[in-house]
């Protein structure tokens, strides 16, 4: 499924920690159009949680996620 | 022909009766418009920082910086310790003593760690731990929460006692202030945190 899904920019925040790549994806979104797909890549522990939190706080949805080893993979739309 | 009569007492409680429900209506319409335009307010975010050691300067920046990341009002109130901080010139250090919390790399009876020099070491230690493990510094989080219009304000008396002219913080923070003024900007905050 996530194959399928067009991604408009790669976020790359991996070997970053908490704020980082909340900071990042918050700044990266807002140049983006609405509609688009972000993949956000990371490696913080608590990605899962906090990606979901933020995506519910700022209702930009997460169309598909997953993890392989220690790399989080979010698939989000600017709403 | 004669109309019904109604009683006096009668006719009141019909009254009563229909303006009740006619209020209870009206009073849970209000307060659901009420309700959708708190929705529609970002949330509010007040953070005291009062500690200007390395690491204490940590929690402050990274909670306000997440705040803003949200789409939320955040202010930081700077206040003794803290006001570090803020300054152009914060070297922010490090103690080891009286943190028997610290991971060290070998274990160090608490009276060792006040020996000249360990403020220092610990202070590099932790900023290459930090560097290492992907953790923004002090300076990042700073320029991040002004870019991301977080409102950093320095308190006035701490200032005043503490020696620090204004022209030793950094551009791009709000005036000085006192507890005042920032107890109510954070009067109707949704989180306040002391830090």
């Keep these: ?79 | 022909m004669t109309a019904p009569t109604i009683a006096g007492g009668e006719l009141d409680e019909l009254i009563r009766e229909r303006v009740d429900s006619l209020v209870s209506a009206r009073v849970d319409e209000l307060f659901a418009l009420k309700e959708a335009e708190r929705a529609r307010k970002p949330k509010k975010l007040a953070i005291i920082a009062t500690k200007g050691t390395l690491d204490w300067a940590y929690p402050p920046l990274i909670l306000a910086t997440t705040g803003a990341s949200l789409g939320w009002d955040v202010g930081v109130f700077f206040t003794f310790y803290g006001l570090k901080i803020l300054q152009k010139d914060r070297k922010l250090e490090i103690g080891t003593t009286g943190n028997p919390a610290m991971p060290m790399p070998v274990p160090m009876p608490q009276l060792l760690t006040a020996l000249p020099g360990m403020t220092p070491i610990a202070t590099t230690m932790m900023k290459r731990q930090f560097k290492q493990h992907g953790v923004a510094s002090i300076d990042e989080l700073i320029e991040l929460a002004l870019e991301l219009g977080v409102k950093l304000s320095p308190c006035g008396m701490t200032m005043d006692v503490f020696g620090f002219p204004e022209s030793s913080f950094i551009d791009g923070i709000e005036p000085v202030c006192g507890a005042t003024h920032f107890l109510t900007w954070a009067a109707d905050a949704d989180i306040a945190l002391f830090t």
């Design chain 1, 1 to 79: 499924m996530t194959e399928a899904l067009t991604v408009d920019q790669t976020l790359d925040c991996k070997g970053l920690l908490c704020p980082m790549p909340i900071v990042k994806l918050g700044k990266a979104i807002k140049l983006m159009d609405p509609g688009a797909v972000i993949l956000l890549e990371t490696t913080d522990p608590g990605s899962i949680p906090d990606v979901a939190a933020w995506s519910q706080s700022t209702g930009n949805p997460i169309l598909s996620q997953d993890k392989t080893g220690p790399v989080m993979r979010f698939w989000i739309r600017k709403s």
